[in-house]
């Protein structure tokens, strides 16, 4: 009798212990089911904000692409820089007029953090060049292009310093004067360090705005068997015979040095020394300059002097920098020249009334350059890559 007992409260208990696990498979079947649900609707709703996005997106882009009235000038597009050039050109007379002519021409491009995370440059310094591209923004001309395109007298020719002055179609030429003020220009990738490049080579003036940088693919890039017109192949016509220093240039350098390497990118004076003389291996001189000198432009020996040397357009018409009636001959050896490096004022003149030989005279601190209260990269923050 009592072992009927137990087995039927044995049984009684397996019957309620089946009923409760099935009604805890119920029960979880049923939550899986709900948040199986829940899932897909949160994953629709997803998706159809996605493409929600997608449509504003492609609205926008037909908005600004699309001319409005069939006005050109009425569209444009958002470009906001990413980064700017700290560079060894001061003013843009000087500056390389293609890159890598001067390999010791350096520049650290600096990254706006807030648009551009440090990780964004993971791997660029496995290169050895990049691409960068960039806005012209000491074009004398930008007001008018942009603000007042229609007034803007956007002149379809300019004048090319390998043909002697001669004017050639702007888009047979890299003239910075175009229709969209935006340059392109190759650079040597010396490092990467944070949210800065340290770039060699380069063609920048001081403050460039960057729009974009991306690796140089010789691959893809370098093209085998590209046609370039004869003029172009004029290589030595722009180069200088020889560079000589005066007997007072090297203590004037020595005087400015003790203040100029802690914001210089070179190591010592003499490397300092090799860039000026790369940079005045070539004429650096604008086509008015080099055609016929004139007292805006240059400083007089016996200090009667205007004005410096100035960044004048190679693209301006005659009558804009100066008439040939106005001008009156200016022995050579008396024209001084003056080039700007580093917030350094170096002065130069030339033998003769070519590119014949220049003779660097002196070096000191310009006043129309301050680099106080900036935070500029030096060669310090670079030495261990560099060495």
Known sequence: MSFNGNSKNFTLLAVAAISASSAISLYIWRKCRELEKSLNSALEKCAAERQGRIRA????????????????????????????VQSCFSTRNGTPRQPLLVPLSRACLVFDVARVPPASLEGLGEYSHCWIIYVFHLNTDLEK????PSN???????????????RMGVFA????????????????????????????????????????????????????????PEWVMVDKMLAVPSVSFSKGF???????????????????????????????????????????????????????????????DDNQDEETSGGKNDWNPIPSECIIYHL???????????????NDNVIVERVTFSSDISYVNQNRCNYLMWRDQLT
């Not at 803007?152 to 300019?158: C, I, Y």
């Not at 700007?340 to 003769?352: A, F, K, Q, T, W």
């Open 57 to 84: 997106q492609q609205a926008l882009r037909k908005a600004l692409a699309q001319p409005k009235s069939e006005n050109l000038e009425l569209t444009s597009y958002p470009m906001t820089p990413i980064g700017v």
């Open 145 to 148: 292009l942009w603000k007042q």
């Open 152 to 166: 803007s007298k956007f002149k379809a020719k300019v004048r090319v310093p390998r043909l002697k002055g001669e």
């Open 173 to 228: 030429t890299r003239s910075p004067h175009r229709p969209c003020p935006i340059g392109l220009t190759v650079a040597k990738v010396e490092a990467v360090q944070g949210n800065m490049v340290l770039l060699s080579g380069v063609d920048l003036v001081d403050g460039t705005p960057v729009l974009d940088i991306k690796p140089y693919l010789p691959y893809c890039d370098s093209i085998e068997g590209a046609a370039v």
């Open 250 to 312: 090297f203590s004037t350098l020595d005087d400015c040095w003790g203040k100029a390497e802690k914001k210089s990118l070179y190591a010592s004076p003499d490397e300092f020394q090799s860039l000026i003389k790369q940079v005045l291996s070539w004429d650096i001189r604008s086509v008015s300059q080099r055609n016929r000198p004139h007292d805006s432009v240059v400083k007089i020996a016996n200090g009667n002097a205007l004005d410096n040397t100035s960044d004048l």
């Open 340 to 354: 700007i490096l580093e917030g350094l004022d170096v002065s130069y003149r030339i033998n003769g009334y070519g």
